[in-house]
T-cell receptor, first 115, second 113 residues
Framework: NAGVMQNPRHLVRRRGQEARLRCSPM?????VYWYRQLPEEGLKFMVY????????ESGMPKERFSAEFPKEGPSILRIQQVVRGDSAAYFC?????????????FGPGTRLTVL | GDSVTQMEGPVTLSEEAFLTINCTYT??????LFWYVQYPGEGLQLLLK?????DKGSNKGFEATYRKETTSFHLEKGSVQVSDSAVYFC????????????FGSGTRLSIRP
């Protein structure tokens, strides 16, 4: 059973470009979460999605960031008009549900560098 | 709001030493508690968890006990190995919102042979 897949693993963008990060959850998991890790810091929750629905986006910046989890295909985190402060590692996690016993499994992350 | 405070690093120990990484939390209700480990260049792996008071999570020789009276979830290992070198994150999942995990800032552990 493959784990959570993320691609690309490394992404370099110039200021003002768009960044698209993809996440394929584990088989059988319908809940996806995105987290951001700034250098030397812990992870910060961004958004929680189920298929075709955003459930909790309380950690998403109000502008330039969006996320989706379509009926078919991976979840996408999109960052428009990137700035240097967006440079970070972005981790996706998935779970089969949201009960206390349902563990979130993390992908290897996408490391975004904005030049 | 809910938060996690963990021992600042870096922590450097000799192989076979005893390890304790302190973690305390602030939360309403009964959160679930976790320790995650991050090896260099990789994502996070769940090390252990506890979902109610007095539960003890254990894995790979690591242990942590959910102490509600002291709001703590300290990580311990009796004899560390070089391969345990990594960053360790204490985390909680709030009772009111099991969908998100709140992480501490991480403790970098280095084990010298």
């Amino acid at each position: 059973n493959a784990g959570v897949m993320q691609n690309p693993r490394h992404l370099v963008r110039r200021r003002g470009q768009e960044a698209r990060l993809r996440c394929s959850p584990m088989k059988g998991h319908s809940h996806v979460y995105w987290y951001r890790q700034l250098p030397e810091e812990g992870l910060k929750f961004m958004v929680y999605l189920q298929k075709e629905n955003i459930i909790d986006e309380s950690g998403m910046p109000k502008e330039r960031f969006s996320a989706e989890f379509p009926k078919e295909g991976p979840s996408i985190l999109r960052i428009q008009q990137v700035v240097r402060g967006d440079s970070a590692a972005y981790f996706c996690a998935s779970s089969p549900g949201t009960r206390a016993a349902d563990t979130q499994y993390f992908g290897p992350g996408t490391r975004l560098t904005v030049l | 709001g809910d938060s996690v405070t963990q021992m600042e690093g870096p922590v450097t120990l000799s192989e076979e030493a005893f390890l304790t990484i302190n973690c305390t939390y602030t939360a309403t209700g009964y959160p679930s508690l976790f320790w995650y480990v991050q090896y260099p260049g990789e994502g996070l792996q769940l090390l252990l968890k506890a979902t109610k008071a007095d539960d003890k999570g254990s894995n790979k020789g690591f242990e942590a006990t959910y102490r509600k009276e002291t709001t703590s979830f300290h990580l311990e290992k009796g004899s560390v190995q070089v391969s345990d070198s990594a960053v360790y994150f204490c985390a909680l999942s709030p009772y009111s919102s099991a969908s998100k995990i709140i992480f501490g800032s991480g403790t970098r552990l280095s084990i010298r042979p």
